[in-house]
Each structure stands twice: as C-alpha cells, then as structure tokens.
C-alpha cells in the first residue's frame, strides 16, 4: 500500500461541477427536441386519419361489389347517425350498408341501421366534406364523387385532401386540404 492507494489502479469519479454541467447540457438539448416531437406526433396522427378514411373508402367500395348491396361512408358528429350538411364539421365517419331508399337519398341525416366500421378522430382534427355521404353500389363505374378535408382545428399542421373520383377510386391528393374556418 502506497500513497493510500492499493495496488497501482487509481478510482476516478465525476466531480459535481462535471456532473451538474453534463446534466445541464443534457436538459438543453432535451428543450430543444420536444418541440419537433410534438410537430412529429401531430402530422403523424394527421396522417393515421387520412389512411384510416382512405382505407374505410376503399373497404366500402369493395363490400358493395362483394355484398352486393350498397355501402355508404358518411361524416358523424355523433357516432350513430350521419351529417346532414356538407358545410358541418364532423369528428369521424360511418360505413354501413344502406337500403335503397337510403342510398338513393344520399344518406345524409340517416341513422344507419348496422354500422359495419365506426372512426373517431383525435380531439384536435375535423373533416369535412363537399357531400357528406358516399354510396358505393355493387355495379362497376357507379360512384359519388366527394372531397374530403381532414383539417387540424388549431393550423399547426397542414390538411390532407381525399378525392372519391367518379369511378369510386378513392385517392389522398398531392396539394394541402382548403382548411378555411
């Protein structure tokens, strides 16, 4: 033992200076990170909803063809029946099947008697639509077109636009949704 020490290997620690500044500089860089993932989590949530209507387009398209009844998607602000106006912001939207007298009438105030799929958007999202309500029929090329805004309520991320063509192909648009309010 010399010196207090034993053997030839010396101990080493951080000193609390070290230890505050590393802590200091770590908190720094954590302010500055949090920001972009909140920007992050939002613009991915805007696009979780944007594929979510896209897929229920899609899947009512292909149920009508297979069922062969009509299938409808239209904008709820209640979870169990349809808008009746395409000026009204809506929180989610509904598939069901519809009768013909339902299907003919475009759905728009109709509750739906079985609601095959039901979507609710996070708080912060709305979409809207130029027709409240899509009817897809059986037969091929029979489609309503429609365009779907999905907006954020506060603007801190950019829209997303769906289009249902004349053919029933619906498709997410390349421009920014028209998130006026």
Known sequence: ??????????????????????????????????????????????SSAANELLWALQWARSSAGMKGTPVTVCLTQDDRSCVSSPDMAAIGWLVFEAGAAAAASGAAGVPPAVILHAF???????????????????????????????????????????????????RVVPEPASCVG
């Not at 207090?4 to 290997?9: L, N, P």
Request: net charge positive; glycine share 10%.
């Open 1 to 46: 033992m010399r010196n207090g020490r034993v053997g030839s290997e010396c101990q080493r620690g951080l000193t609390l200076f070290e230890l505050l500044l590393g802590l200091s500089i770590l908190a720094l860089l954590a302010t500055l990170a949090v920001p972009g993932f909140a920007g992050l989590r939002r613009s991915a949530g805007m």
């Open 120 to 170: 609710r958007l996070p708080p912060d999202l709305t979409v809207t639509a130029t027709r409240p309500a899509v009817t897809f029929w059986p037969v091929t090329r029979a489609g309503m077109t429609s365009t779907f805004d999905l907006c954020d309520i506060n603007s801190r991320t950019s829209g997303r636009s769906i289009v249902v063509s004349q053919t029933g192909r619906p």
